[in-house]
């Protein structure tokens, strides 16, 4: 695949929305130098991995990869022995192990969840082996809690200063009494009224770094010290004064004093990080790579996309016939596809190439889409192969090619004096010296821009070539001949882009097993031709031209009146399948009632048998107090045994019954699945939006007391909390709290909370739209309209009003989800800073806070970051 092809097939435009997505200026340059890959392993794992990732998106806690800026151009120093970081490049260290400790930890989380049995907690990203291969990458980065901790001991967070240690403290606070004591000695020339009248201006001025008086020209003798300048006018000296002059030396003496000790520190730093340069290598490559793959997903989600099923080329035998090409063996296949350049423009369409076709030979008009529905095939083809999702729907599915050849466009050339045809030509050699069974070819307008006749013979030649190397072949052409060619070759398809002839204009849909006509005529019109000069043109066509448009016009009426058929037979094949699934359930529902009549009658036996005992109790009491015999004993013992055998048998007979029936559910739901999987596979909308298992509680509430049809009859609910249920053999009533488990649930009797298996328990029955809704409501004093904002600005406000402003905001973004927001106080003197800061400290939804960077507000401004949800 040439960089051409990636070029004409607008493979690198793609890659470059897809790259700008990226987090990291690293990540960015990375994605962008992507290209497709042959190797179906590794085209297998970037997949795999960006189908967890796009799951995960979507989950209550997505991945958290944040920004980091760029670190490769210094990172190779960290292994010299004595090198030193600058401030700066250490602070954007951090920054990036902080990146990477906040993935890990995302990760680190996600596996306690799946250890513990939590899937509750989040969607599983995908199947189990992408997650896993997912969170394996994430914690395959190193831990870098301990460099961060180092960087940010020293580098302040916000700022990428050197923080303010206690060995810089005391050389700061020399620096700073020295500035005084120069700020004091200028100002006492400058507010000496024998001096004044000899100053050019009342305020210091700094020269070379150092504070000078600026005097006029004609008193520059009259003030000792050093002159550092004069005025291009020559009216005006810059004077430091002798006694300024000492001052200045003692302050640059401690700036430079200052600059060796904060040296020192970063060289320090820079010495205990250097052990962790292979970390942090490693862990670059990785979040890089990340990166992409975040990126890739995120666009995916963005334009609702799915990642392509595989199609290995084993199962694409050269002796499979078409007929017998099913679409779980398609040679290609693609469903709703839209191609990413064309935004809300483009027209969704269905491209299936079985195993038995290996060419698919589309024709049409022009501007009908022919070359667009080329270029799309291939651009999904480039972006399946770099690990991306593709614009479709599900189902989509494409083999992994090991070449991608392309002759689309003009390639007329003066430079190298090619003609079109020459071009075109020139192309088609090089695709045909590198084409294999695993290769997807491409060809436009094969062999345009010569001689029809001489042509069509080079396009047949060309496409026999093509075929005996097994290679799949797209192809676009108006030469009637090729159309005759793909109905006489048994490996070739016939295709063509529909055109409505109403309103003479295409409509960008394929028919599969229809060649097109080229209605080059009906366009010529609609473009403004002279009617008069298309008369004359169809006065010639009709002379010359055989009943090939007839032909087609018949192939396609034929070909609709098929598909008709075949909605008609797929109509009839619900409709049968509709009446065996209400069969079934009024079967369904006939054994549940009669199981619900035996229990009935099983609980009046019960009561009679209780009733009864009683009974022969103070029989036996009676007879005890009078003449007992041993005769009278065995009797009542005889007539409590059968009795009491025959409730067993009653009993026994209800739990059969019982069995029987949940069989029959069981099975009828499977039937269910079974329907519903072939409804889904032949794309039927009505039975494919509901699985066996819905149906069969519907099933089951009609079945509750077999008024399935009567509105006004009692359902039974889904178990879900909030819902009343009847608890084992006993019936005790209680409410659904929670689902404990997968199988089980919480259930609250009385005072008492008990965790129950489903199997357990029956939903009491309601009345349609009387369900029970579980809702949990938040009071708070603030609107439902209320957003926290991104800067909340104190400034202006008395301290309790400000107190009170803050802490709203802080709710606001803990109930809201915000991350991260600046509040802007001013600097002052400091009292609101610190009230601020005091506040900050003590809500314990804050998981931390630094001040602005200096061309960002510095300390008149708190970055806040919340905890995460």
Partial sequence: MNERTLEVLEYTRVRETIAGLCMSEEGRAALSLREPSPDPAEVGRLKSLGIAWLRALSAERPPVLGAWPPIRPFLGRLRVEGATLEAGELHALGLFCESVNRLRE????????????????????????????????????????????????????????????????????????????????????????????????????????????????????????????????????????????????????????????????????????????????????????????????????????????????????????????????????????????????????????????????????????????????ALFALLNQSGWPVPAAETTALPIFDFIGCDIGDEQSLDQSLSTFSGHMKNVAGILASATEKSLVLLDELASGTDPQEGSAIAMAVLDSLLERGSVVLATTHHGVLKNYGYTHPSCVNASVDFDENTLSPTYRILMGVPGESHALDIAKRNGLDPAVVAAARGYLASERADVSALIKGLTAKHEELARFEKDKRAEERDLREKRRKTDLRELQLRQKEVELREQGYRRLDRLFDESRKQLENLVREIREGELTREKTLQVKAWMGEFERLINEEHEGLLSDRNGAAALRREFEERERELAAKAAAEGDPSLSGKTGPDRARQGRRAAAYGKGSDSKAEILPDFAPGVEVYVGETKRRGTIVREAKKGQWIVATDSIRLTVAEGSLSAVPVKPGREKKVSVEVHAEMGEGDTPAFELRLLGMRHGEAMKALERQLDLAAMKGLREFSVVHGKGHGILQEAVQNMLRSYRGVEEFHFARPEEGGTGKTVVRMTGS
């Fill in 106 to 377: 995302w990760a680190e989380n996600r596996e306690r969840q799946i250890a513990s049995g939590r899937r509750d907690v989040g969607a599983l990203f995908g199947d189990e082996a992408a997650e896993r291969a997912l969170l394996s990458e994430i914690l395959a980065l190193g831990d870098l809690t301990g460099p961060a901790a180092d960087i940010f001991r020293v580098i302040d967070r916000g700022s990428g200063e050197v923080r303010d240690l206690s060995e810089l403290r005391a050389i700061r606070q020399g620096i700073t009494r020295i500035r005084a004591d120069i700020e004091r000695l200028v100002g006492t020339y400058l507010s000496d009224d024998s001096i004044r009248p000899m100053l050019q201006s009342t305020l210091p001025a700094l020269r070379d770094g150092r504070q000078v008086i600026a005097l006029r020209s004609n008193f520059r003798g009259r003030v000792k010290g050093i002159v550092h300048e004069v005025s291009q006018s020559g009216q005006t000296v810059y004077v430091e004064p002798d006694d300024v002059v000492d001052r200045n030396n003692d302050l640059v003496a401690e700036e430079h004093r200052l600059s060796r000790e904060i040296a020192r520190i970063l060289k320090e730093l820079t010495a205990r990080l250097s052990p962790s340069s292979e970390s942090l290598a490693d862990s670059l490559s990785r979040m890089v790579f990340l990166d992409g793959i975040g990126a890739a997903a995120r666009w995916g989600r963005d334009w609702r996309c799915v990642f392509a099923e595989d199609i290995p080329h084993q199962d694409l035998g050269a002796g499979e016939s078409a007929d017998s090409g099913e679409e779980s063996v398609s040679r290609l296949r693609l469903r709703q596809a839209r191609h990413p350049l064309l935004g809300s423009r483009a027209v969704p369409i269905d491209l299936v190439l079985t195993p038995g076709g290996r060419v698919l030979i589309i024709t049409g008009p022009n501007t009908g889409g022919k070359t667009v529905s080329l270029k799309t095939v």
